[in-house]
């Protein structure tokens, strides 16, 4: 009886989830705006330039999607920051920690690549823990960064419009840190071309010594993640298009989608903290968390400053991850996860 109680618990959190799962402030970031089905139950997050379906059991995505054309991935960069922070908006519970991957061997793996983001706040939103995977470390910055990544860009960059791309992971290596994120075993890639109406996956072994295959055409894709993408496609299409060589033109940034941003500090900085609450009082801010580790007494006294100044009250949470001789960690360091109106 204790069994079937749990179950059916289980059971109704996982129809909760799903049903989460709409993407409301996101629905532009998905082909003809329609939300991949997936067996799995997750959580919806939408990101400026990007929106990841995370698994709250696995602790990491089950897929990301972002919408990419040439204009975007050829403007001028910002520079990668290298700043992972928790993703604050989940619950405590269902978080990937920075202490998980301390010492682990294993990489923190972007699904939406940090390479792809072409403004400054979409860099730092591509650090959040919800966007990392426990990726092989040589297949993170080898094979996965070089044949899988730079020519899914390079295709985007001379292709006609948007082209959309799914990122995710599957698959049970066993899990790291005392969050027990899941180590996937295999890693994919999808590319779907709606002016051309083609698509490919890319499908990769989580591991140091994975080799390059040909691409596989979407329909096994599907087979093997079992999430439809509700692509428009023939089923056995599995290469890159040729693509046009037309010159690329350049249009104005989009406007951002609001949403959860971090916000970093090292040491206090006035004129840092005093945009962040002039934004409060413009009703800009909807609510903030101070993620901190040894530096108490910094994350107090931006907590103190906000609170006497607005009528926002700011959140605080410790994180501690366990000292390492191979990983410097920045443990002074003060994250403020804002999230705006």
Request: some cysteine.
């Amino acid at each position: 009886m204790k069994f079937l109680r749990s179950l059916l618990a289980f059971l109704a959190i996982s129809a909760s989830l799903n049903a989460l799962a709409a993407f409301e402030d996101c629905k532009d970031l998905f082909p003809a705006q329609q939300i991949p089905t997936s067996p799995q139950a997750g959580r919806d997050l939408c990101f400026d330039s990007f929106a990841i379906y995370y698994s709250p059991r696995d602790k990491k995505p089950i897929y990301t999607v972002e919408k990419l054309n040439k204009e975007e991935l050829s403007a001028p960069h910002p520079r990668r920051t290298n700043q992972f922070y928790e993703g604050a908006r989940l619950p405590f519970s269902e978080r990937a920690l920075l202490s998980d991957y301390r010492g682990s061997g294993y990489d923190r793996g972007h699904n939406a690549p940090a390479g792809d983001m072409n403004n400054e706040r979409s860099m730092a939103q591509s650090f959040s823990l919800a966007n990392m995977m426990p990726q092989a470390r040589q297949n993170n910055q080898g094979i996965w960064a070089k044949n899988v990544e730079e020519p899914t860009r390079a295709y985007v960059k001379r292709a006609d419009g948007d082209v959309y791309v799914f990122t995710g992971s599957v698959g049970n290596g066993g899990s790291i840190g005392r969050g027990q994120v899941t180590i996937p075993t295999y890693l994919y890639k999808l590319v779907y071309d709606p002016h051309k109406n083609t698509a490919w996956g890319y499908w990769i072994e989580n591991t140091n010594e994975a080799r390059m295959s040909a691409p596989i055409s979407y329909q096994e894709l599907v087979q093997k993640t079992g999430i439809d993408f509700h692509l428009p496609v023939d089923g056995n299409t599995n290469k890159p298009p040729l693509i046009s060589t037309e010159p690329i033109k350049t249009k104005a940034q989009k406007p951002l989608l609001g949403g959860w941003y971090p916000v970093f500090f090292d040491e206090y900085v006035p004129s840092k903290l005093n945009e962040i609450i002039n934004n409060i009082k413009s009703g800009k801010v909807a609510s903030i968390q101070i993620q901190y580790d040894l530096n108490e007494s910094l994350a107090k006294q931006i907590a103190t400053q906000i609170d006497s100044q607005t009528n926002l009250r700011a959140s605080s949470i410790q994180s501690s991850p366990p000292d390492s001789p191979m990983v410097t960690y920045e443990r002074k360091r003060v994250t403020l996860i804002i999230h705006s109106k």
